[in-house]
């Protein structure tokens, strides 16, 4: 519920219309009661989390909505227009998505009474699984199509936001720096249209998809000291399919 309640403000935010092929609230509403709406479901979530009368939860909740705030904000500032260092990408990613992937692996050894060193352990498996899916997330925004995507191919580029398929690009071929503008001003369609072309045809994708599944691997070697179950099983088959989606 916190997860959807950020995608109804991010819409608006972003100005979106289409989430996974479905018009979103910000196209079907005006601004105040898409706002509104999220703002039911941030709380909503904070009163589910009080639910199981552990202020640790609570405290982690807080701190988890806090991060993905902040993250919005020097998005907004900051990120969109301008070429961001691996750490701040690092940054971004970790703050809208991998901190709700480690929260969500948290809650449940909380609730169960783990050692602290079991919830460290699951939180920051939660925190590469989110680096990962974003990563190839971010990926499936320059090679996937917009019927299978849900919404417009190279949507992040065209307003003004660098991925790390673009840095990658960027580090392989320095020269292309000259393509700067097309994230700092609005881009023509067609320049923009060749420079995605020269990034999938430039080996950047599949550098990049390497960096995610680094992130996977690391990730289930964390789960290795826990004992093999069906739930162990479906948590792995969850982090695998977090790469290996369908463009």
Not at 31 to 42: C, K, S
Not at 47 to 62: M, P, W, Y
Not at 214 to 229: C, D, G, H, K, M
């Amino acid at each position: 519920m916190l997860h959807t309640a950020t995608l109804i403000h991010d819409d608006l935010i972003d100005n979106a219309t289409l989430r996974r092929g479905k018009p979103t609230l910000n196209a079907c509403l005006s601004a105040t009661p898409t706002i509104l709406a999220g703002d039911l479901l941030f709380a909503r979530a904070a009163v589910l989390a009080t639910q199981g009368a552990n202020l640790e939860i609570v405290r982690r909740f807080s701190e988890t909505l806090e991060t993905i705030c902040s993250g919005e904000l020097n998005q907004f500032f900051i990120g969109r227009g301008s070429l961001p260092t691996r750490d701040e990408y690092e940054r971004r990613i970790f703050a809208k998505t991998g901190s709700l992937f480690a929260l969500a692996m948290e809650i449940g050894p909380q609730l169960a009474g783990s050692s602290a060193q079991q919830i460290a352990d699951l939180a920051r498996f939660g925190a590469l699984l989110g680096s990962a899916f974003q990563i190839a997330d971010d990926v499936l925004d320059f090679v996937s199509n917009e019927a299978t995507l849900g919404k417009p191919v190279s949507s992040d580029l065209q307003q003004g936001l660098v991925t790390l398929p673009v840095l990658v690009y960027l580090e392989q071929h320095p020269e292309a720096h000259r393509s700067i503008h097309l994230w700092r001003t609005p881009a023509d369609a067609r320049q923009l249209q060749n420079f995605v072309s020269e990034l999938r045809s430039s080996g950047a994708i599949e550098a990049t998809m390497a960096i995610a599944d680094q992130r996977i691997q690391e990730a289930l070697t964390i789960l290795e000291v826990f004992p093999e179950s069906v739930h162990r099983a479906a948590i792995e088959e969850i982090a695998a399919f977090a790469v290996r989606r369908p463009y």
